[in-house]
């Protein structure tokens, strides 16, 4: 069955080439390389029901639920990210423009650094999805019950975390805090990143009522790497760095796993 796994694993990376090239040439006609967070959440959402359509009959009930899990998860994101980076009148994301500024042959290394890379990470985040889709039947129901409540956890949590910040932006800045500090947010300073997170763990665990479903661990730890080491918490706070009231903010609230607020 490893035989079975690899050669899904290829045809999901095929499928996932295929799929980031398409937004690289939208993202050279419209001149914006934040579509690639855009495509983000579609990838694995599309990679889901290509998988399922390819898999074995009868189709593995895990599989199913992991899929419609994995598509609320990507649609609702990926419609999120959409308002926010390209209401009326909105410029490319200042990390794009800047590596746009920086970059020597840009169209070629955002191909490479952006899209592709993008590509196989969206690989590995979708390894239980490729893994689910080789077994006929789930053989651990269990496993299937609690991934769906742990991964319905994690949705709340990014929900109720990026609307909470959308209420926040959009108060005029003279109405609100200098840092947003109440709700989610005061239990930590990423919710929405928490959150993702345990949905991949939840899909993660779904994974384990197959056989060799562990490989399907690879995705909760690749995603909770990136957002808590990489491209997440990192990039988002160097902008606040030196900010007296974000100092402050972070010194009493827990960077990723919430935890009741500390007095002020």
Excluded at 113 to 134: D, E, H
Excluded at 186 to 196: D, V
């Amino acid at each position: 069955m490893l035989t079975d796994i690899a050669s899904s694993t290829g045809m999901a990376a095929l499928f996932l080439l295929t799929y980031v090239t398409a937004w690289y040439l939208v993202s050279l006609a419209l001149h914006r390389n934040d579509v690639a967070d855009v495509a983000w959440g579609l990838g694995p959402t599309l990679l889901s029901w290509w998988l399922v359509a390819q898999a074995a009959s009868p189709k593995t009930p895990a599989l199913l639920v992991a899929a419609v899990l994995v598509t609320a998860w990507g649609v609702r994101l990926s419609w999120h990210i959409a308002r926010r980076n390209f209401a009326h009148g909105s410029v490319e994301d200042a990390r794009y423009a800047a590596w746009r500024a920086e970059w020597r042959h840009f169209a070629v290394r955002s191909y490479l650094q952006v899209f592709l890379l993008q590509g196989f990470f969206m690989l590995l985040v979708s390894m239980p999805l490729i893994v689910l889709s080789v077994w006929p039947l789930a053989t651990e129901p269990f496993a299937l019950a609690v991934g769906a409540l742990v991964w319905l956890v994690g949705f709340g949590f990014e929900a109720i975390g990026d609307r909470q910040l959308a209420e926040y932006l959009a108060t005029p800045r003279e109405q609100r805090p200098p840092v947003m500090d109440t709700g989610l947010w005061a239990w930590t300073r990423h919710p929405n990143y928490f959150g993702e997170s345990v949905m991949w763990w939840g899909v993660g665990i779904i994974a384990l009522s197959v056989p060799y479903g562990w490989l399907g661990l690879i995705s909760p730890v690749t995603i909770t790497w990136l957002l808590v080491a990489v491209s997440g918490i990192p990039l988002v706070e160097q902008r606040h760095y030196g900010d007296p009231a974000w100092d402050d903010y972070r010194a009493r609230t827990s960077a990723f796993l919430p935890r009741p607020p500390a007095r002020r």
